[in-house]
């Protein structure tokens, strides 16, 4: 197995070109014969890739920017404060690429950092593990299980096929095109979906959450933000503390359940299917209900249409409720 190590004291016969900017690598490193089936990538500040290719584009690139205004650094310069203030590390061994940057405590000055950067080409198959304290989380075209965290920085996939679990702490998450378990979270940021299937868990504390094209089961839930919902298959449970929520359904099965804190409610439903009803606002607001038993009135409607069939549960506490023929 071909084996490979990486460290600050010797990368300097790997240098591409004197002077550094977000657009040339740093450090270039192929990796087609490495054989790679999972990534580890680790960082205190820069941004984290991965991006599915055939095993023989397999390559690791680093980008090296300076910080406090000073983005393009000469070589000497991040050779000087690479040597001084990180431990950068690499290896690729047994079909595990590892790479790590991460700042000497005991010397760190931060008026001479540096945003250190991984973008990872893996064969497709491989899993990801991703960490960093700042920067964006970027994953396209793996099926192989997916793990990652940053503090601050957004995070974006697209063409992943496995589990997904992936966290930020203020940034925004957009998802297109997965499949799997996915578990997608934010302190502050908004949600974009497009195109998922599986069960898929996401919640945001400050922002709002939209998805488009869903099959499976989808939990949503946000403290502060709007929620709409467009051609969703399947079933879903969604909750806002303050916010509208749109929701179109074009088929339920098993369950719908809404909760709605403080705001309005807009729900369209294939009508001409058996559904259980339990409908609460301020005011519910429905079309004609033809084959419907139960009971309506001004602020709840309970009760079977075509027979009964999936349950549809919406609490709206402050606002009211449209609900229309899908």
Same mark, same amino acid.
């Given at each position: 197995?071909?084996?490979?190590?990486?460290?600050?004291?010797?990368?300097?016969?790997?240098?591409?070109?004197? %002077? !550094?900017? +977000?657009?040339?690598?740093?450090?270039?490193?192929?990796?087609?014969?490495?054989?790679?089936?999972?990534?580890?990538? !680790?960082?205190?500040?820069?941004?984290?890739?991965?991006?599915?290719?055939?095993?023989?584009?397999?390559?690791?690139?680093?980008?090296?920017?300076?910080?406090?205004?000073?983005?393009?650094?000469?070589?000497?310069?991040?050779? /000087?404060?690479?040597?001084?203030?990180?431990?950068? !590390?690499?290896?690729?061994?047994?079909? &595990?690429?590892?790479?790590?940057?991460?700042?000497?405590?005991?010397?760190?000055?931060?008026?001479?950092? *540096?945003?250190?950067?991984?973008?990872?080409?893996?064969?497709?198959?491989?899993?990801? $593990?991703?960490?960093?304290? #700042?920067?964006?989380? +970027?994953?396209?075209?793996?099926?192989?299980?997916?793990? #990652?965290?940053?503090?601050?920085? /957004?995070? $974006?996939?697209?063409?992943?096929?496995?589990?997904?679990?992936? $966290?930020? +702490?203020?940034?925004?998450? !957009?998802?297109?095109?997965?499949?799997?378990?996915?578990?997608?979270?934010?302190?502050?940021?908004?949600?974009?979906?497009?195109?998922?299937?599986?069960?898929?868990? *996401?919640?945001?504390?400050?922002?709002?959450?939209?998805?488009?094209?869903?099959?499976?089961?989808?939990? %949503?839930?946000?403290?502060?933000?709007?929620?709409?919902?467009?051609?969703? /298959? #399947?079933?879903?449970?969604?909750?806002? +503390?303050?916010?509208?929520?749109?929701? &179109?359904?074009?088929?339920?099965?098993?369950?719908?359940?809404?909760? *709605?804190?403080?705001?309005? %409610?807009?729900?369209?439903?294939?009508?001409?299917?058996?559904?259980?009803?339990?409908?609460?606002?301020?005011? *519910?607001?429905?079309?004609?209900?033809?084959?419907?038993?139960?009971?309506?009135?001004?602020?709840?409607?309970?009760?079977?249409?075509?027979?009964?069939?999936?349950?549809?549960?919406?609490?709206?506490?402050?606002?009211?409720?449209?609900?229309?023929?899908?």
């Amino acid at each position: 197995m071909k084996r490979f190590y990486l460290l600050a004291a010797i990368i300097g016969s790997y240098f591409m070109s004197c %002077a !550094q900017d +977000s657009n040339t690598p740093y450090i270039s490193k192929t990796l087609g014969n490495a054989n790679i089936r999972s990534v580890d990538l !680790q960082t205190s500040g820069g941004s984290l890739s991965v991006i599915g290719v055939n095993g023989s584009e397999a390559k690791l690139e680093v980008f090296v920017t300076g910080n406090n205004g000073n983005k393009r650094l000469t070589k000497e310069e991040i050779d /000087s404060r690479i040597k001084e203030f990180y431990d950068l !590390q690499i290896t690729a061994d047994g079909g &595990q690429l590892i790479a790590s940057a991460k700042p000497k405590k005991s010397s760190h000055n931060w008026k001479n950092s *540096v945003s250190i950067s991984f973008k990872a080409y893996v064969p497709t198959s491989s899993s990801a $593990k991703l960490a960093t304290s #700042g920067g964006s989380l +970027s994953l396209e075209g793996i099926n192989g299980t997916v793990n #990652g965290i940053t503090s601050g920085g /957004s995070i $974006k996939i697209s063409r992943v096929n496995n589990t997904v679990n992936l $966290k930020t +702490s203020g940034g925004s998450i !957009q998802a297109t095109d997965v499949s799997g378990n996915t578990t997608l979270i934010t302190s502050g940021g908004s949600i974009q979906l497009t195109n998922l299937k599986g069960n898929i868990d *996401v919640k945001t504390s400050g922002g709002s959450i939209r998805a488009e094209e869903v099959q499976g089961e989808l939990i %949503a839930k946000t403290s502060g933000g709007s929620i709409r919902v467009d051609r969703m /298959s #399947g079933s879903a449970d969604l909750a806002t +503390s303050a916010g509208s929520t749109t929701v &179109q359904m074009a088929s339920i099965d098993k369950y719908l359940k809404i909760d *709605v804190s403080a705001g309005s %409610a807009t729900l369209q439903l294939p009508m001409n299917k058996g559904l259980d009803l339990n409908l609460k606002a301020g005011r *519910v607001n429905t079309p004609s209900l033809s084959n419907f038993s139960g009971t309506k009135e001004k602020d709840r409607v309970i009760g079977k249409l075509n027979g009964g069939g999936a349950s549809v549960d919406v609490n709206v506490s402050v606002g009211s409720l449209n609900l229309e023929a899908n």
